[in-house]
């Protein structure tokens, strides 16, 4: 992933489409900026130097279409092959190789049918997705968006099957999150409402942990005292299953899909350090991260 920030902080022009670029402006400052958005407020609030095209996403880009056929776009040649190729590299020598969350990610998306909806959790391994999972159909990736709601998968993904009862729907929380609303099994069960829910237990508020042991050295209270996952689905009525290796969802989503029924998965996940991010190393320096007299112990 800091593979390609490098890529971005080096280029000449940036075009942002309908972003809000939440996770920090990822161009460099010498970079051009055209920020595409239909919210005025946030066209020129990234970066000072920006073109600002205020409009629909693809009313702006339709229009642009014919402009870029004027100044000769269509004579250059297209770059489809060489980003594919610089995706592939990327993928493989910065992340497979380096990230422990991109294999679990990637067995979970193997085990899953292209046209199945996936609804994340705010978890760690939740966090990595936004910035990772491949999607092959539209909005069949959902997650809580900015609104960050622990808790929020389950009950959702129950909707989405309501919705759409013949494709498949899967749904992947930590412990923690699941747990909020884990008596909705019953919801599930009597209703005959088939999804698959794959818990990453680490047995603890993942994410929680890391960042206060990252950034303050210690953690408090994230520790979790949880049920046998698979006795408590089938206390509803549910099936369970269990893994001590989460690559081993490639093949365990499939066989929960094809039960047709609801099944809940416990996948032991561990601790799981999250690469760091360009882009944020200067949090781990702020003020109220180092040892204050009264405050953290130094």
């Known amino acids: 992933m800091n593979e390609l920030f490098d890529v971005m902080q080096s280029a000449d022009v940036i075009i942002g489409i309908g ?44 229009a642009l279409l014919p402009m870029l056929i004027e100044a000769g776009a269509e004579e250059r040649e297209s770059p489809a092959e060489a980003v594919a190729a610089a995706r592939r590299l990327i993928a493989y020598f910065g992340i497979r190789e380096e990230e422990p969350q991109y294999p679990i990610l990637e067995a979970i998306q193997k085990g899953i049918p292209e046209d199945g909806f996936v609804v994340w959790d705010v978890s760690q391994l939740g966090f990595y997705a936004r910035t990772h999972h491949q999607a092959n159909h539209p909005k069949t990736y959902i997650d809580p968006g900015y609104s960050f709601n622990l808790g929020y998968s389950f009950p959702t993904a129950l909707g989405v099957k309501v919705a759409q009862p013949e494709r498949s729907v899967v749904c992947v929380a930590g412990d923690g ?62 099936v369970g299953m269990r893994t001590e290796d989460p690559l081993e969802l490639e093949n365990l989503i499939p066989r929960a899909l094809e039960l047709d029924t609801p099944v809940v998965i416990d996948a032991q996940f561990g601790e799981m350090p999250t690469p760091p991010a360009h882009q944020f190393a200067f949090v781990y320096h702020l003020p109220w991260t180092q040892p204050q007299e009264g405050l953290i112990q130094s």
């Not at 670029?21 to 407020?41: C, H, K, Q, R, Y």
């Not at 747990?179 to 999804?195: D, K």
């Not at 993942?206 to 050295?217: A, H, I, K, Q, W």
């Open 19 to 62: 972003t809000r670029f939440s996770l920090g402006n990822p161009a460099g400052e010498s970079s051009t900026l055209v920020n595409i958005n239909i919210d005025d407020t946030e066209l020129t609030r990234i970066q000072s130097n920006t073109i600002p095209l205020h409009g629909d996403a693809r009313a702006t880009i339709e």
């Open 177 to 238: 999150g699941f747990m909020f609303n884990s008596s909705e099994l019953s919801t599930a069960v009597r209703y005959g409402i088939n999804v698959v829910t794959v818990i990453l237990r680490n047995d603890s508020y993942g994410n929680v942990e890391s960042d206060l042991n990252g950034t303050f050295g210690g953690t408090y209270e994230t520790d979790l005292h949880n049920p046998d996952f698979v006795r408590f689905a089938e206390s509803f009525g549910a």
